[in-house]
């Protein structure tokens, strides 16, 4: 069981590195129609997988409440956001695109932001998989180890492309291919670790795994809200994020349902 424990942790790092790899088969700028559709896939899949892996289980495991199951839900997807929205003010990054850095002045290079931008968003994702797992391992009637992993895979597959989108920019910044790529895989980092100390938490503060869920859909869907979706829809042709949206909400949901 262990073994199947660090394998699903690890499967999202492994999506961010093979999707990192790009920068070594690929020209160095990303097509931008591309880059939305990329943007919008990991939009769908993060919200199908908040509502459908964590938020949905998160009600059902406080289903002796009645009419107030969503109390938890609601604290948790509230706390997510509000640390997300911290760390976006006390760490100082870069969104791709954007000239003007995010949260406290700082001598980092250009370089360092922008993978600092992209190792936020994977913090909750590392989270989400984490917690599943948890709720999976404390033999959580609405959550299975099937469930878990369709989980990490989900990740993994809108990690992808991500892990692409932080390597070839850095390429295009002057970084060589192998900085690039080492770059892009050190912004996947932050999931396995994540995953693990949420593992051990909730061995700790079994009561709080609803929480821990809808914390974890939270941070996600702030992500997606204040960036993802934001940086598809810029310029023209936004409606290719919109249907990478709608690609990505749907293969997630179907890997849940199915592999669930």
Known sequence: MTDIVLLGLLIPFL?????????????????????????????????????????IPAMDMNAEMGKMAFLPSAIGVAGGMLFLWLMDRLIPHLHL????????????????????????????????????????????????????????????????PEGAVISLPLRSEGASRKRAFG?????????????????????YITPALPYLLAFAAGSMLYVVVEELIPESAEGNHSNVGTFGFGVGFILMMILDVALG
């Open 97 to 160: 695109g954007s000239q003007a850095p995010e949260g406290p002045r700082s001598n980092l290079s250009k370089r360092a932001m922008l993978v600092l931008a992209v190792t936020l968003h994977n913090i909750p994702e590392g989270m989400a998989v984490g917690v599943v797992f948890a709720g999976a391992l404390a033999g959580e009637f609405s959550m299975n180890i099937a469930g878990a992993l369709a989980l990490a895979i989900g990740i993994a597959i809108q990690n992808f």
């Open 183 to 203: 770059l892009g895989v050190l912004s996947g980092i932050v999931e396995p670790l994540g995953g693990l100390i949420t593992i051990w938490l909730a061995s």
């Open 15 to 55: 999506g961010t590195a093979a999707g990192a790899a790009c920068v070594f088969l690929t020209a160095e700028r990303m097509n931008p129609y591309l880059q939305k559709g990329l943007l919008g896939f990991a939009s769908g899949v993060m919200v199908a997988a908040s509502v459908w892996s964590l938020i």
